[in-house]
T-cell receptor, first 112, second 115 residues
């Protein structure tokens, strides 16, 4: 049973436009969420996080929104740049110190 | 700080052989995690250490897998009697363990191919 879902395997967006990557989860105990970016042949790179006490967190071009009632979060990248082309993973944990459960990833292609 | 490092980056082995991977976490990070990633999937948790203590193991970690972190610094992951199904990317991550610091920082991974 997949507890963290990223239902779009891939997404294409024009440079300069907004990229929206979605993530859904099923475990209501999840209370901390991370987004990672992964280039080929590299390990995942941490992007941004959000805890369940917030509904929004911003860091530069990246904003994460959390809708706890819908068990849904999204990552917005504005404006998108060609260097953003990578696989993006959503991850969730149920409490401090607990391991993270990762989604299957969404491949973003930001076209020039 | 050079980040999390893993060695080797690639390993090709024949079925039935034993392999060992090494992970060096970010210095002063007391938590260290091992994950496995196969094509088209996200990383799957295998095990984690707080200092030298192994605190949790996934059911994915069969008896052929063993991990150690003897002095609370680097860690090794050994796979005995490798099988073709063990072919995957093995990722190591570390975190500071400070209250509220959930973020895990990943190394580049070791890609294992079992022939």
């Amino acid at each position: 049973d997949q507890q963290v879902k990223q239902n779009s395997p891939s997404l294409s967006v024009q440079e300069g436009r907004i990229s929206i990557l979605n993530c859904d989860y099923t475990n209501s105990m999840f209370d901390y969420f991370l987004w990672y970016k992964k280039y080929p042949a590299e390990g995942p790179t941490f992007l941004i996080s959000i805890s369940s006490i917030k509904d929004k967190n911003e860091d530069g071009r990246f904003t994460v929104f959390l809708n706890k009632s819908a068990k849904h979060l999204s990552l917005h990248i504005v404006p998108s740049q060609p260097g953003d082309s990578a696989v993006y993973f959503c991850a969730a944990s149920a409490g401090y110190g607990q391991n993270f459960v990762f989604g299957p990833g969404t491949r973003l292609s930001a076209l020039p | 700080d050079t980040g999390v490092s893993q060695d080797p980056r690639h390993k090709i082995t024949k079925r039935g052989q034993n392999v060992t991977f090494r992970c060096d976490p970010i210095s002063e990070h007391n938590r260290l995690y091992w994950y496995r990633q196969t094509l088209g999937q996200g990383p799957e948790f295998l095990t984690y250490f707080q200092n030298e203590a192994q605190l949790e193991k996934s059911r994915l970690l069969s008896d052929r897998f063993s991990a150690e972190r003897p002095k609370g610094s680097f860690s090794t992951l050994e796979i005995q009697r490798t099988e073709q199904g063990d072919s995957a990317m093995y990722l190591c991550a570390s975190s500071s363990g400070r209250q509220g610091a959930h973020e895990q920082y990943f190394g580049p991974g070791t890609r294992l191919t079992v022939t």
